[in-house]
């Protein structure tokens, strides 16, 4: 745990100097995230699973994936959906010019659409339809077992189901039995840059973000750590509605009490559909107790996969394998689709990579001519920081003026590298010369052979001195150094 960050919302975090991690809301729960990984060569865009318009949580933040090389698209939700976008026509390309107004137009349009509140609607009628069948059996005499583990979806029932209790004249406890839940339920209420802006109106307003804070206050919600503490079994009261873990109906609170209420034809199991009921079930039966299965948005439909590409405008996208059969992509330059367990290797996007350089090292570029570009020498020191090469002046001798060039270009004129060499009072021919000789840099061999033998073999592709004194080779790499150009 020593090793985990936390972020704030849209927080940048550092790793190791080289890539630029941030965090932005993808919608779906409170504090879920789609990630943006910048590096000095690549920039990366995450989309996991999203809802554009939350009746909770922060809406998709789409617009701050903008301007990424690369997007990897990990939203699998519509996988086992029996939608199909092949030859579906309900999105129309908006985009009729070129012009960057009206560009910013069609933009601000596709957003628009995207984030067309109709989906959270429909989430609320979910909501509002189970709140009614839970009145329904604890009217009966019953009771709900609620083993949902979608924070989200778990604070906007209480909500809702506490406002249609209070409606009517029963007096029905709602319990809330986990060892996390009081923390958890607190810590709601401080987060509020990943909930949506009507509850963050709530915080201006000075309004608890969540309704559960009054209502335990009200003691009309009773939070508890374990099924058999023993201030829930003097507070126990039934008919009652329970929220509890886990969704797998094998561990924790939920598997006491579904046991206790399996052979009541008047209680109610609220469970979330994708997991197979039957075999959940299997362990408790014969059941006589109703069981309520419902699907919650989870991911971002197949409609607005198309749009939310045009507008995010990748340059490389890398889609699943097995979305393909259900959508047909085309908004970007160049698509790969992958599967699990299968490595990719990415063409890069960046030729060049940019180099911020201090202004004291600025002030000393010196340009020479290299073949058909331009090429200056700098001494400092090289390191990475936010995802940035920096060049910053190092710690340097005197005399690091004169240090000798580190590299060289050309081919050495023979003649004038023998009258260099006899100015160091080194002697030595010209044994061969394998080009014409009107050829100034003409390739070929030159024999020392005073104060100590050597040999200067000159070729179109370098030059190699070879020798068994250090100090002649020095002083021939002198003479080199003089004859060629170099930085």
């Known amino acids: 745990m020593r090793k985990v960050q936390t972020l704030k919302y849209a927080e940048e975090a550092c790793y190791n100097g080289t890539l630029v991690i941030k965090a932005f809301s993808s919608g779906l729960e409170i504090g879920t995230c789609n990630w943006t990984i910048n590096g000095p060569k690549r920039n990366i865009a995450y989309i996991s699973s999203s809802i554009f318009v939350s009746t909770h949580a922060m809406d998709f933040n789409f617009l701050g994936l903008q301007g990424n090389d690369l997007i990897i698209f990990s939203d699998f939700s519509t996988l086992d959906t029996t939608e199909n976008m092949e030859n579906d026509n309900t999105y129309c390309d908006p985009v009729t010019s070129s012009n960057a107004s009206d560009d910013l137009y069609n933009l601000e349009e596709i957003a628009a659409s995207l984030l067309k509140d109709d989906e959270s609607m429909e989430e609320m009628e979910k909501l509002a339809f189970i709140c009614t069948c839970a009145f329904d059996s604890v009217r009966a005499g019953g009771s709900v077992l609620v083993p949902i583990d979608r924070l989200g979806i778990v604070l906007c029932l209480l909500e809702q189901m506490s406002l249609l209790l209070e409606s009517s004249s029963l007096k029905v406890p709602i319990y809330i039995i986990s060892s996390v839940a009081e923390e958890l339920l607190a810590f709601t209420n401080i987060i509020p840059e990943w909930l949506c802006k009507q509850r963050q109106e709530k915080l201006f307003s000075g309004e608890p973000l969540f309704a559960h804070v009054k209502l335990i206050k009200e003691r009309k ?8 503490s023993v201030e829930l079994l003097t507070n126990w009261q039934e008919p009652c509605v329970v929220f509890c873990p886990h969704w797998s109906l094998r561990l924790g609170p939920v598997v006491h009490l579904l046991r206790y209420w399996c052979s009541d034809p008047n209680s109610l199991l609220i469970l979330e559909s994708g997991d197979d009921a039957n075999l959940a079930l299997l362990p408790f039966k014969p059941m006589a107790m109703k069981v309520l299965q419902c699907s919650f948005l989870s991911g971002i439909s197949l409609q607005k996969v198309q749009p939310l590409l045009k ?47 201090a202004t004291d090292l600025a002030s000393q570029f010196h340009w020479k001519t ?15 920081d936010q995802g940035k090469h920096r060049l910053l002046s190092g710690f340097r001798q005197a005399d690091s003026k004169q240090h000798r060039p580190l590299l060289h270009w050309g081919s050495p004129d023979l003649k004038r590298l023998l009258i260099e060499l006899s100015k160091m009072g080194i002697t ?42 250090e100090n002649l080779a020095s002083h021939i790499f002198k003479a080199m150094d003089i004859v060629l150009d170099g930085i």
């Open 428 to 469: 030595g021919t010209l044994k061969k010369v394998m080009d014409s000789a009107e050829s100034k840099n003409a390739a070929g061999i030159i024999d020392i052979d005073d104060p100590e033998k050597a040999l200067i073999d000159v070729r179109e592709t370098g030059t190699v001195i070879i020798t068994a004194d």
């Open 370 to 384: 290299l073949k058909q570009e331009t090429v200056t020498r700098l001494d400092g020191e090289l390191f990475m």
């Open 221 to 228: 919600i009773h939070v508890f750590p374990a099924v058999h």
């Open 311 to 357: 507008a995010l405008q990748p340059k490389l996208l890398l889609f699943p394998k097995d979305l393909r059969c259900k959508i047909q992509i085309s908004e970007a330059n160049t698509i790969i689709h992958y599967s699990e367990n299968e490595t990719l290797c990415m063409p890069s996007s960046k030729e060049s990579t940019e180099i911020d350089i």
